[in-house]
C-alpha cells in the first residue's frame, strides 16, 4: 500500500463515524423523503407511488396558500423589525459606557428562554383583557387590540415576540462591529463626519456581510417558524390567522397520517427557502462590502 | 504510550454514567413473570387512578406483571411505534383514534379475545359501546367515559334577579336568562357573562347536534351543511350579534387553564356553561365555595325532541398491531373491564362508569353530587359523540376554524359551512377510495 492510499485510508476512517452518522440520520432521510413525496404513505402501510399527485394537490389546496401566505406575512413583519432593532441594539452596545457588560448579557439572555415557556409567557403578557403590554398601553392612553384574539393583530404580536430573540443576532453584529478598523473613523474624523455619516458611510458598509448573513439566516428561521404559535394558537387561531406552513406540514404528517403529502411540503418549502435565499443574496450582492477583499 | 490520569478519570466516569443511566431506564425484570408495556396517557390524578388499577392487577395474579408508563402524545408515538414495529403491547387512546388506527391497520380486532373473555355490548351504556365497534368490528375497549351537562352558577342566578333552582330548559330561555345575567363595566367592558357558545370550546364542531343536526351520514357522504348545522351557526352568531364578537373574545382571553382557578366557570365570570362530568371535581378543588348545580343541556323551544343532548367521550384501550404479548395485554384490558376493575379506575378519575351495571358504593363514594344524572345522559337517545370517521380530525379542524369564522362574523354560517363541506367531501372521498382499494389488495 501507497503512503498516499495509506493516508486515504486513514482519513476514511478517522472520518466514519461521522461519514456513518451522516448516512444515516440524513442523506437516506431526506433522499427517503423525495421518494414518499410522490406516494400516498400513512407511515403504517407501504407507500404507494402516485406520481406528482401530491405536489399537483397542493397547488390547488386552499390552505396550502392560507398557511404560505401567513408565513410570507409573518416574515415580511419580523424580518425588517428584528434587522432594524438588532442592529440598533448592537450599535448602542458598542459604545464605551460604564456597565456594558452587564447591558450585553442582558441584551442576550432573553434568547436563551426555551421556546415553550417563551410562548406561554407572552400568551400572558399580550392577553386582551389583563395583558401587561396593554395594561402599559392603556396606562399612556392607548386602546389597545386584543393581540391574540383579533386575527388583524395576532401575526404582528408574533412578529413583536420574534424580537424577544434577537440576541444572537445581536452577538454577531457586535462581533462585525469590533471588526470594524479604528482608523476608518480616525479618517472620517478628520474630514469632519457627524457621528449619523460615520455610522451611515463607515460602520454600516463594514458590516454588510454580517447584516447579508443575519438577513438570510432570518429568512430561513421566519420561514420556518412553528414552535410559538403551536403553542399559542391552537389550531391557528384565531380563523387560522397563526396558521402556519410548517404547522400545517406537521398536521399533515403526524395528525392526519399524510406524510407522503407532508414531504412534499417539506421540498417545496425547501425550493421556497432556497430560492429567497439566491435572490437575497443576488439582491444585496452590490450592497455588501468585504473589508479584507 | 503514557495515558494520562484525567482521561482515565473521565473514562470512568463516562462508563460509570452509562451504565448507572442503564439501570435506572430499563424496566426491571420480573422473575416469573410475562411483562406487558402499556403506554397511557394520562398524568396527575388521573394517572394515579389508573396506576392503582394496574397495581391491583399485578398483586391479584403472579403470571403478568403490566409495566404502566404514562406518555404524552400517546396516540401519534403509538402510532410511530406500531409503524417501526416495536409497538407497547396495550396503548390508552381517545375516542376519535378508533376509525383512523383501525383504518391504518394500526391495532388489532379484539371480537375473538371478548367473546372468549365474556365481554358483551349488553353489559355496556350503547353510546360508549358504539365507539369502540367500528364497521363491524371491535377495535376498543373503554376506560374511563364522560358525558356532558350544563352547569350553572347559582349566586349569579340570584344576583339577576333569577330562580337558583331552575336552569334555562330551551336554547332561548338560556339566552334570555344570558341576557340578565351579563354585566358590563363601567368601561363597558363585559364583567360577568350568562353564557356563550365558545366557553369551554371543546365542543365547537357540535353545535349542530343541539339543533337536531349532523355532520357525517355513516356512508360516503359529509352533511356539514345541513339546515340544522346552519341554524346552529346562526344561534353561535346571535352570540357576537348581541355582546359584540370582539368584547366576546376580549373577554374570553381573560380566562386562565381550565383546570386553574380562573377557569371562566369557577372565577364566577360565566354563570353557565357545557361541561362534563369531572368538572365537578377542578370545582371542589379550585373554588369549593360555588354555589352550583348541573342539568340536561338546553334544547330549541321546537324540538322537544332534541332533550337531555350530551356529548359523550371516552377514553379506550387498544392492542396495537405488532405487539408481542397481545393475549397478556388483554389479560389486564379484561380486569379493566370487571366492574370492580372499572368502578375503581372510574371513581379515581371522578368520572362514571361506561358499564351499564353501576354499585351503589360508586354512587354513594362519588364526589359529584349529580353522578347520576351524568350517567342517565349518557344512557339516553340524544347521547351523541364524534363522528367514527377518519377523517375526522381534519374535519374536526375545518369545523373549528369555521366555529371561529362565525364567532368572529367574518363569514356567515351558510359560507363558513358551505365551504367544510366543499373541502370535506372530496377527502373523505378519496380517503374512502383508498381503503377500499388496499382492502380490495388484502
Same mark, same amino acid.
Not at chain 1, 109 to 113: C, F, T, Y
Not at chain 2, 387 to 391: F, R
Given at each position: 500500500m501507497t503512503v498516499r492510499r495509506k493516508e486515504t485510508l486513514a482519513g476514511l476512517l478517522f472520518a466514519a463515524p461521522w461519514i456513518l452518522g451522516f448516512s444515516v440520520f440524513l442523506a437516506y432521510p431526506l433522499a427517503a423523503s423525495v421518494y414518499y413525496s410522490f406516494t400516498d404513505y400513512s407511515v403504517l402501510r407501504e407507500p404507494v407511488f402516485i406520481g406528482a399527485q401530491n405536489y399537483s394537490d397542493l397547488m390547488r389546496d386552499e390552505l396550502f396558500w392560507k398557511t404560505l401566505e401567513n408565513t410570507l406575512v409573518f416574515a415580511l413583519l419580523a424580518l425588517p423589525a428584528s434587522l432594524v432593532v438588532s442592529v440598533g441594539i448592537a450599535l448602542l452596545l458598542n459604545s464605551r459606557v460604564k456597565g456594558m457588560a452587564f447591558y450585553r448579557t442582558a441584551v442576550y439572555?432573553?434568547?436563551?428562554?426555551p421556546m415553550i415557556a417563551l410562548a406561554m409567557i407572552w400568551l400572558w403578557m399580550f392577553n386582551g383583557e389583563r395583558g401587561l403590554v396593554n395594561e402599559l398601553l392603556g396606562g399612556v392612553g392607548i386602546k389597545a387590540p386584543n393581540w391574540i384574539g383579533d386575527p388583524s393583530w395576532s401575526k404582528p404580536a408574533l412578529a413583536l415576540i420574534a424580537l424577544w430573540g434577537i440576541g444572537n443576532a445581536v452577538v454577531i453584529y457586535l462581533a462585525g462591529l469590533q471588526d470594524v478598523p479604528q482608523s476608518l473613523y480616525e479618517s472620517a474624523e478628520l474630514d469632519g463626519a457627524t457621528p449619523w455619516k460615520k455610522t451611515r458611510f463607515v460602520t454600516l458598509p463594514m458590516i454588510s456581510p454580517v447584516i447579508q448573513f443575519n438577513l438570510i439566516m432570518g429568512i430561513i428561521a421566519a420561514l420556518q417558524i412553528f414552535a410559538v404559535p403551536y403553542v399559542m394558537f391552537p389550531n391557528g387561531s384565531p380563523a387560522r390567522s397563526t396558521y402556519f406552513y410548517t404547522m400545517y406540514l406537521f398536521d399533515n404528517a403526524f395528525r392526519y397520517q399524510k406524510m407522503g403529502y407532508a414531504c412534499a411540503m417539506g421540498w417545496i418549502l425547501f425550493l421556497l427557502i432556497f430560492a429567497l435565499t439566491m435572490i437575497a443574496l443576488r439582491a444585496t450582492e452590490k450592497r455588501v462590502h468585504y473589508g479584507g477583499v | 504510550m503514557r495515558i494520562p490520569g484525567a482521561s482515565v478519570l473521565l473514562l470512568a466516569v463516562v462508563a460509570a454514567s452509562i451504565g448507572l443511566s442503564e439501570h435506572v431506564v430499563r424496566p426491571k425484570e420480573r422473575p416469573g413473570r410475562i411483562v406487558v408495556s402499556y403506554w397511557e396517557k394520562w398524568t396527575g390524578f388521573e394517572g394515579e387512578a389508573m396506576r392503582e388499577v394496574v397495581d391491583e392487577f399485578n398483586r391479584s395474579q403472579d403470571r403478568i406483571w403490566v409495566d404502566y408508563l404514562s406518555i404524552s402524545a400517546v396516540n401519534t408515538k403509538t402510532l410511530m411505534a406500531a409503524a417501526a414495529g416495536i409497538p407497547p403491547d396495550l396503548a390508552g387512546i381517545w375516542d376519535t383514534d378508533v376509525a383512523p388506527f383501525a383504518d391504518a391497520n394500526a391495532v388489532l380486532v379484539l371480537d375473538e379475545l371478548c367473546s372468549e373473555a365474556g365481554i358483551r355490548q349488553e353489559d355496556y351504556i350503547p353510546v360508549y359501546w358504539d365507539i369502540c365497534e367500528y364497521r363491524g368490528q371491535i377495535f376498543a375497549l373503554p376506560t374511563t367515559p364522560a358525558s356532558t351537562a350544563l352547569h350553572w352558577n347559582r349566586r349569579l342566578f340570584r344576583e339577576a334577579g333569577l330562580d337558583p333552582d331552575v336552569p334555562p330548559k330551551t336554547l332561548e330561555e338560556l339566552f334570555a336568562m344570558g341576557e340578565k345575567i351579563t354585566q358590563r363595566g363601567s368601561d363597558g367592558k363585559l364583567k360577568v357573562a350568562g353564557f356563550f357558545p365558545a366557553e369551554p370550546g371543546w365542543w365547537n364542531w357540535g353545535w349542530g347536534y343541539v339543533f337536531?343536526?349532523?355532520?357525517?351520514?355513516?356512508?360516503? #357522504?359529509?352533511?356539514? #351543511?345541513?339546515p340544522e348545522n346552519i341554524r346552529a351557526f346562526e344561534w353561535v352568531r346571535s352570540f357576537s350579534e348581541k355582546y359584540g364578537s370582539s368584547d366576546l373574545h376580549t373577554f374570553r382571553s381573560g380566562f386562565g387553564n381550565f383546570s386553574s382557578p380562573q377557569n371562566a366557570f369557577m372565577s364566577e365570570k360565566v354563570a353557565m356553561v357545557l361541561q362534563g362530568v369531572w368538572m365537578a371535581n377542578f370545582i371542589e378543588r379550585n373554588n369549593p365555595k360555588l354555589d352550583w348545580s348541573a342539568a340536561p343541556f338546553p334544547h330549541p323551544a321546537d324540538r322537544p325532541d332534541l332533550a337531555n343532548l350530551t356529548f359523550a367521550g371516552l377514553d379506550v384501550l387498544v392492542i396495537p398491531r405488532g405487539a408481542k404479548r397481545p393475549r397478556e395485554a388483554f389479560e389486564f384490558v379484561r380486569f379493566v373491564q370487571s366492574q370492580k376493575g372499572m368502578e375503581l379506575l372510574c371513581l379515581g378519575q371522578k368520572k362514571h362508569t361506561p358499564l351499564m351495571k353501576v354499585s351503589d358504593e360508586f354512587l354513594r363514594k362519588h364526589p359529584n353530587p349529580h353522578i347520576r344524572l351524568f350517567i342517565d345522559l349518557a344512557k339516553g337517545k340524544n347521547a351523541v359523540s364524534a363522528?367514527?370517521?377518519?377523517?375526522w380530525t381534519e374535519f374536526n379542524s375545518e369545523m373549528t376554524n369555521a366555529f371561529d369564522e362565525v364567532y368572529l362574523m367574518k363569514k356567515t354560517p351558510k359560507e363558513a359551512l358551505g365551504h367544510v363541506q366543499a373541502r370535506m367531501q372530496p377527502k373523505l372521498e378519496r380517503y374512502q377510495q383508498a381503503l377500499r382499494q388496499r382492502e380490495a389488495a388484502r
Open positions: 439572555i432573553p434568547s436563551l428562554v | 337536531g343536526g349532523k355532520l357525517w351520514d355513516g356512508g360516503g #357522504n359529509v352533511t356539514a #351543511n345541513l363522528p367514527q370517521v377518519g377523517i
